[in-house]
């Protein structure tokens, strides 16, 4: 925890708090149960459970662990612990109790808050590991209704300050340097990674508008607040926008409430994309409300980004980003066009605060054109994972991240990627990158989605497996799709086996689940 608290700071959720304060009465939140929450409901309520909080002891050093959901109260929980001083950590839908059992242990969890969306794994949690203090957000079997606890307290109150508006009535003394989140990638397996973040970044970042959100934003929250969605809320209650709440992505629910609210703006990983406009009901959808889509997070297939397009228009920005450096690259509607090697679609040009180099295995930083592993230097960079500075060492050297993505800028300054360094299948003839394949079987008229992944037998040999989601009414087989992609690619990137599916499997982060994949398909 960094000693750099000066008074001059003004924490993330002091400016949420700031312009929700303008117009109490105005709707900010829409709950997937159709409640409405207006600015001044959000705002006191976050004020006071805040005051609750500290009062039981949660300050700047404590780590607040929050197992919610896409519910309004989480966002109050969230506010309210950064307002407080704390760290926060959530913890995801999709991990496994034990791991979630393990990073409640980890990260030295002072307290732990349940929604009511999330009881049933905080009874599996509970089984396996005890914290400190443990309270709902409403009531629930686990422990004290803090948000009933909290109404004793004073919501905004407190003298008029600068420019008529009254000043927080609570908020820690927290630096730019302070934790703010510890983000926990991964999870298939084992403990995973925690990617420290500070106050300082994320609030500067907030002060980047993002450009056709909507004048004012109404922003579609169908993947989880506790990751990207809960950022992009931020920033769109920052530019005086409201944000529509659903509990998980339905192609049938996201396309009926853009229509039913009238959203302006909404963030999408490519596979839920592409389930989007495989849906029924895409083409019967009014659609004119929307300014624009943001998606990144796992591979685009360039195919499938051109469909986008045409169907809704050029509202499509590409980010590219890490956890450990959430924004590197965006690519703008204008620049769908830009295309590299194979017809890929570029992610864009690095953002004006990011330094991207490209370099080889043994530093050089090589010239356009020249594929390397993508480097990173930018004030957003992560300072480094909780607790493992052996895995950080690994990563962050001379203040340049080592992303592990491999890639390369054209002579325009236009940034492409071809893949992991680690998701590289090694076969007889060389390396194959599964993102080129799945691009390339996107294109196919039987393959709606897809996965592509290697597996190693007894001799470590290392063989391809593609997972597809046929088009309906279309059933490839493997002779099929072998010969196409021997076609275009050659026979050394023809998958060995094929498995038909009904949908691809995804990890907590909702991105194609291929250590599941390859657990319960590579034989």
Request: with cysteine; hydrophobic share 40%.
């Amino acid at each position: 925890m960094s000693e750099d608290h000066s008074a001059a700071f003004v924490s993330y959720p002091t400016a949420i708090l700031d312009v929700l304060s303008r117009t109490p009465d105005r709707p900010v939140l829409t709950a997937a149960d159709g409640r409405r929450v207006t600015a001044g409901e959000l705002s006191d309520s976050t004020y006071r459970t805040a005051r609750e909080l500290a009062e039981r002891g949660v300050g700047r050093g404590a780590t607040v662990a929050l197992l919610t959901g896409n519910t309004p109260e989480s966002l109050v929980a969230r506010y309210a612990a950064h307002l407080a001083g704390a760290r926060v950590v959530h913890l995801y839908e999709g991990m496994a109790p034990a791991v979630l059992a393990r990073i409640v242990r980890s990260v030295d969890t002072t307290m732990l808050l349940v929604d009511s969306t999330r009881h049933a794994a905080a009874k599996e949690l509970l089984s396996l590991v005890e914290p400190p203090a443990v309270l709902g957000l409403g009531p629930g079997p686990f422990g004290e209704d803090i948000l009933a606890a909290s109404s004793r307290h004073e919501g905004h109150v407190g003298r008029v300050g600068h420019e008529g508006h009254e000043p927080p009535a609570f908020a820690a003394a927290v630096g730019p340097g302070d934790d703010l989140s510890i983000a926990f990638t991964g999870g298939t397996t084992g403990i995973p990674k925690g990617i420290r973040t500070t106050h300082g970044p994320y609030r500067q970042g907030l002060d980047h508008p993002l450009p056709d959100a909507g004048e004012p934003p109404r922003y579609l929250a169908c993947t989880p607040l506790a990751r990207l969605s809960g950022p992009l809320t931020d920033k769109t209650l920052c530019q005086g926008g409201s944000a529509v709440l659903r509990l998980a992505f339905d192609p049938g629910d996201v396309l009926a409430t853009i229509e039913r609210e009238r959203i302006t703006h909404m963030w999408l990983l490519p596979p839920l994309l592409h389930r989007l406009l495989d849906h029924p009901a895409l083409a019967d959808t009014d659609l004119s409300s929307l300014t624009r889509i943001t998606y990144g997070g796992s591979p685009a297939s360039a195919t499938r980004l051109r469909q986008a397009v045409d169907v809704f228009g050029p509202v499509l920005y590409g980010w590219y980003g890490q956890t450990e450096v959430p924004a590197i690259a965006e690519a703008r509607p204008h620049e769908h066009t830009v295309t590299g090697r194979e017809g890929r679609i570029t992610t864009g040009r690095p953002l004006p605060w990011v330094e991207v180099a490209i370099r080889d295995s043994g530093g050089r930083t090589l010239p356009s054109g020249e594929e390397g592993e993508i480097q990173v230097r930018s004030p957003g960079v992560m300072p480094g994972y909780w607790k493992r500075p052996d895995l950080t060492a690994e990563v962050l050297r001379d203040g340049w991240l080592r992303t592990g993505d491999i890639g390369y800028l054209d002579d325009d300054g236009y940034l492409f990627v071809v893949g992991r360094l680690k998701d590289v299948i090694i076969v007889v003839g060389g390396h194959v990158h599964p993102t080129e394949i799945e691009e390339l079987l996107l294109s196919h008229p039987a393959v709606a989605r897809c996965a592509v992944f290697g597996t190693q037998d007894a001799d470590a040999g290392e063989h391809v497996h593609a997972a597809v989601v046929p088009r309906d009414g279309h059933t490839p087989d493997l002779e099929g799709i072998r010969a196409f992609v021997t076609a275009h690619k050659g026979p050394m990137y023809a998958p060995e086996a094929l498995h038909l599916l009904p949908d691809i499997p995804l990890t907590s982060a909702g991105k194609p689940d291929k250590e599941l994949l390859r657990r319960t398909l590579g034989g």
